[in-house]
């Protein structure tokens, strides 16, 4: 990819798209602005090219923080309904009383939002349309701010939200090449003021540009040395996912047990991205934990400190040779939700929960709670397999005011099963850990 300003021809977009093969169905994020509009055009191309593609959704995110948006996500609908693909806009509304950090809740919305969705439909992944230089200036902000190997290896052009697969086929493309690639599909795209706004971090890196280029920090050079870093990283976690294989025992009700010697024992890197990983995969991917809460937590391990503690929207309890993990049901609790008949929904982050069509009324699910795990222990064998805390965060199913059923997949049938309509089934990845 040496010429940075033309078109992206079929050998390179091909190229790109080669490990989407398969999927049934994709999502692909595009906020109308020059990138993603690149992509969107791109994987028509790509459909167009081959009979067996995938059935393809855009979905768009409207954050109602400048006054154009809600016209740049109808110009985003009416493009993708000329090519022949399904378009949903989904409307954010800010806490507007939390005044900073607007950009990364907005991200945060936006990824759950699309995740959410993503599971509504049966889609398994979504794109996005980072390219090499939102790698680069990715680098440079990671290593201002002092990050480690995981960080500096910048965006994954793989990675997961809330159990959907994200990639990101585009990130060894330059930006400019996209822009040549929008203009000469002729597509319009919308121009957002906050990427020249200087408050923003990524803008002020922007206008230094020229002289970050006179020292040799091109673009290109960037994103090479983040790649070269990714490939650590990536071993790192394939060495983490082994030492998972063995040493975690992961359950259908969404808690943990690790091996807690074993977990001692392990190096470093192994331990904490393990316990990172369980943490985001059991927790409900609450606020972002630092690196550091970890390492305090496998200090502590390994000095027997470790008393029960909360990270991440978890319980962690250290006792009798295991680490058990599991969904901590604070006091402002688990938000609810209401389920029609043949809806499906991701609940808490965690759980796909669904209502089959037979079902004669709506239910509500909540968290069953401390006196749902009493009343019901003795009832059903298989909540004597996990820890008592765990129990308390399990999805639940309740009509007027009734617990008519508590089913995880792959568990036993629950003993208060007064109705087998509905179904939870917790989205994390079976292959990578021992269940
Ligand atoms: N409002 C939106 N609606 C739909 N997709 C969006 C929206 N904003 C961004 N995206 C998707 O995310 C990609 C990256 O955009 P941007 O760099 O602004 O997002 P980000 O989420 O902050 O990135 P990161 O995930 O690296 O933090 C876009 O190319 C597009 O695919």
Known sequence: MTDTHSPLPESVWERCFAPLTGYPRLAVAVSGGPDSMALLHLLRCWTESRGDSAEITVLTVDHGLRPESASEAAVVADIAGEMGFTHRTFRWEPDTTEASGIQARARRARYDLMARYCHEAGIPALLTAHHLDDQAETLLMRLARGSGLDGLAAIPSRGDWAGIAIHRPLLDVPKARLIATVAAAGLPYAKD??????????????KEQAALQALGLTPEALALAAKRLSRARAALDEAAAEFMASAVR?????????????????????????????????GGRQE???????????DDLRADHAAARTLGGCRIVAGSGKLQIARELRRDGIAELILQPGERALWDNRFVVSLADTAESPVTVRALGEAGARDLADRTPWLNDIPRFARF???????????????CEGLEPDAVRADDTFNARFVHLWDEVGS
């Open 193 to 206: 003021p906050s990427n020249t706004d200087s408050r923003f971090e990524r803008a002020r890196l922007r």
């Open 250 to 282: 992961l359950s259908c009700a969404g808690s943990a047990e690790v091996d807690g010697v074993r977990l001692r024992d392990a190096p470093d890197e192994i331990a904490l991205r393990t316990l990172q990983r369980l943490v985001a995969m059991t």
């Open 288 to 298: 972002p934990v630092r690196l550091a809460k970890f390492e305090t937590l496998l």
């Open 393 to 407: 965060s399990l999805p639940s199913c309740w009509r007027n005011q009734a617990l008519v059923s508590i089913s």
